[in-house]
């Protein structure tokens, strides 16, 4: 049986009314908004480490400028994601914390290596374009900041799936070894990609609870597919060969089937046994102690400011 304050907060839902940061709401709303929100902002942070890794090498100075942009780009978004988070009542350091301490989630896609320039087209194309299926729904979703922060966010992760797709143009309209990059590219952040959505619906623990709230709009499995549909014929145009030899059009289904996805592979990520698992830990823990001095002097600032203020 619902609670009276929790059947009209239901009620508010279902008509499409944004929740706001002060309003009444059920713990489980807020603490999973608080999950989802925070291990958002987590991947955006995280995320800038395989990208960051080419600025240096990037292959001319427009390229270098974009990527630099796009990275900076996503720096922004976590900030932008944090403060979401913290309206529900938790702070920026605490969600780090449960970064560091491994409690909350990234993205499991941030553990693979970027290994060559053409990493970084396949990144803009298949990983924000990823991203962009899963964001899109969520500008409609019930907690104001989130569903706002998202309208931003798009718009800007649109721009850096239109780069990562000119890379992989680029690429492969050139030598035929620049070809064989793109399409070995292809082949390593294919899967990776799809898994980005999340576990098969039937073990998705939480898509039930987070669609009636809709914190969630779609399943897993539904925006996976939609990804795929989408992203096959780009593939075509740009004439290289999506790794898996069970995809083929379904014109009954009016969907591409495609082969079985390798979970175990998805859970060791989770588990931090990825490749790059513990170097990404570690780069987000020295990032941390590093900034210390710079927090703990802005708190003997505001300190010294506030006891100036009392005299
Ligand atoms: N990686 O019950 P569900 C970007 C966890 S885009 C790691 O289905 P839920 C942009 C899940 O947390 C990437 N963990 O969970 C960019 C849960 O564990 P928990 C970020 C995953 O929450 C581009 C457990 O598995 N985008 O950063 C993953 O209903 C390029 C059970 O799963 C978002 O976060 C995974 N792939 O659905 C930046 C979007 N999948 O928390 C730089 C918002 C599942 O109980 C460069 N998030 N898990 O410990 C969401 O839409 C949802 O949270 C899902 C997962 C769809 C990711």
Same mark, same amino acid.
């Given at each position: 049986e619902?609670?009276?304050?929790e ?7 279902? %008509? +499409?009314?944004k929740?706001?940061?002060k309003?009444w709401?059920p ?10 929100i925070?291990?958002?902002?987590h991947? =955006? ?5 395989? =990208?960051?890794n080419w ?5 001319t ?8 942009a796009?990275?900076?780009d =996503? ?6 994601l944090?403060?979401?988070a ?6 920026r350091?605490?969600m780090? =914390?449960q ?6 989630k ?5 553990n693979?290596p970027?290994l060559?320039?053409?990493d970084?087209g396949a990144i803009?194309?298949l990983v924000?374009?990823? %991203?962009?299926?899963n ?10 900041p ?7 966010v ?6 850096h799936?239109r ?14 070894a ?11 952040w294919w ?19 987070s669609?009636a ?7 897993n +499995? ?6 795929v ?5 780009? %593939?075509?145009?740009l004439?290289?060969?999506v ?8 014109e009954e289904?009016g969907h591409?089937?495609f ?6 592979e ?16 570690a780069a987000?823990?020295?990032a ?12 003997a600032? %505001?300190k010294?400011r ?6």
């Open positions: 619902m609670a009276p304050e059947r009209a907060f239901q009620e508010k839902i279902d %008509a +499409d009314i929740i706001e940061p309003e709401m713990e489980g709303y807020r603490k999973t908004l608080i999950r989802q925070s291990q958002h902002a991947s =955006e942070i995280v995320g800038q480490l395989p =990208e960051g600025i240096t090498r990037a292959p100075l427009d390229r270098k400028a974009i990527l630099l796009k990275v900076q =996503e720096a922004g978004h976590g900030l932008y944090y403060c979401a913290e309206t529900l009542g938790i702070s350091d605490q780090t =914390e970064l560091l301490s491994g409690k909350a990234y993205s499991s896609i941030f693979y970027t060559t320039w053409a970084i803009g194309w924000d374009g990823a %991203a962009i299926m964001q899109v729904p969520i500008q409609r979703c019930s907690f104001g989130y569903s706002r922060a998202m309208i931003r798009c718009k800007e992760e649109s721009f799936q780069q990562g797709y000119d890379i992989m143009m680029k690429l492969v309209k050139g030598t035929d620049q070809k064989e990059m793109a399409q070995d590219a292809l082949n390593r899967h990776p990609a799809l898994m980005m959505f999340g576990p098969p619906d039937a073990e998705s623990v939480h898509s039930a609870q669609m709230w809709k914190i969630k709009m779609n399943t +499995d539904e925006l996976r597919q939609k990804f549909d989408e992203t096959v014929p780009q %593939a075509d145009y004439g290289l060969k790794p898996d030899p069970d995809l083929k059009w379904n289904r591409y089937d082969g079985e996805i390798d979970w175990n998805f859970y060791e990520v989770l588990k931090g046994n990825g490749p790059c698992n513990a170097e990404r830990m987000r823990q020295k941390w102690n590093d900034g210390a001095w710079f927090r703990d002097g802005l708190m600032h %505001a010294k506030e006891a100036r203020k009392m005299a």
